[in-house]
């Protein structure tokens, strides 16, 4: 149960003092009796709210409830809205202090040289999955547990080579994760690769007669 305080601040144009517990407000163009317990807030437009949906703001005239998913969207709305121009300040920022970035980035390798050893040897293992990651797997319809399982099943090496991957992520600076390579006419998965590989049957165009023709010039010249 609610004190009329409590209750006020759910509906207080509607809050029916008289009754402890309970609330009048409006849906569509009825009126509706709600029992109140447990919902500590109705939001304008996700409804009767519990505990766990809203954020508690203390203020100077007591504590105000805020919708979490309200709050959520909003953040979108302005995240997307001032995104480019963040994007922007950033290049701009790179630029500007270039040398100074690539020191500090050479001076904590020098620092860290076991943290780096690790992760140039465990490549992404253990690390999020980026967004543009997320979406190749949604592309290919597989999951993220079936992606780590043909990691394990591959003992995260490539499938042509039989090597780690080695190629860094411009972005961040560490190792990839491996690529997952499809037929390009079927969209059927086939195995994980390393940049490399994955990038050299790409240019190559999966054609079968010119990788062949490709080894026969490797086998002449070396003779």
Same mark, same amino acid.
């Given at each position: =149960? ?13 809050? $029916? ?14 009126? +509706?009796?709600?029992? =109140?317990?447990?919902?500590? @807030? ?13 954020? @508690?703001?203390?203020? !100077? +005239?007591?504590? %105000?409830? &805020? ?38 980035? %050479?001076?904590? %390798?020098? +620092? ?8 140039? @040897?465990?490549?992404?293992?253990? +690390?999020?999955?980026?967004? %543009? ?7 290919? *319809? ?15 090496? *490539? ?7 080695? *190629?860094?992520?411009?972005?961040? $600076? ?8 499809? &037929? ?12 490399? *590989?994955?990038?050299?049957?790409? !240019?190559?165009?999966? $054609? ?16």
């Amino acid at each position: =149960m609610y004190t009329l305080l409590a209750k006020s601040r759910v509906a207080p144009e509607e809050a $029916d003092s008289h009754r402890s517990g309970f609330a009048l407000h409006l849906v569509g163009k009825n009126t +509706r009796e709600v029992f =109140m317990e447990n919902i500590v @807030k109705i939001c304008k437009f996700h409804g009767e709210l519990l505990d766990s949906q809203v954020r @508690k703001i203390k203020q !100077k +005239r007591g504590i %105000r409830f &805020n919708c979490l998913q309200c709050e959520m969207e909003s953040q979108a709305k302005t995240y997307e809205k001032y995104k480019e121009e963040r994007l922007e300040r950033a290049r701009k920022y790179r630029a500007i202090h270039k040398e100074r970035l690539a020191k500090w980035a %050479r001076d904590d %390798r020098a +620092r860290n040289k076991a943290k780096y050893q690790l992760l140039n @040897k465990n490549g992404s293992l253990g +690390r999020n999955y980026p967004k %543009r990651l997320l979406e190749i797997l949604k592309s290919r *319809c597989l999951t993220k547990d079936q992606y780590d399982a043909m990691i394990e099943a591959q003992n995260n090496k *490539c499938a042509i080579c039989n090597q780690t991957e080695t *190629c860094k992520d411009p972005s961040n $600076d560490c190792v990839r994760r491996l690529s997952i390579d499809h &037929n390009h006419t079927t969209g059927e998965v086939r195995e994980l690769l390393c940049h490399s *590989c994955n990038s050299g049957i790409g !240019k190559f165009k999966e $054609d079968i007669e010119l990788l062949r023709a490709a080894i026969a010039y490797i086998e002449k010249h070396n003779r």
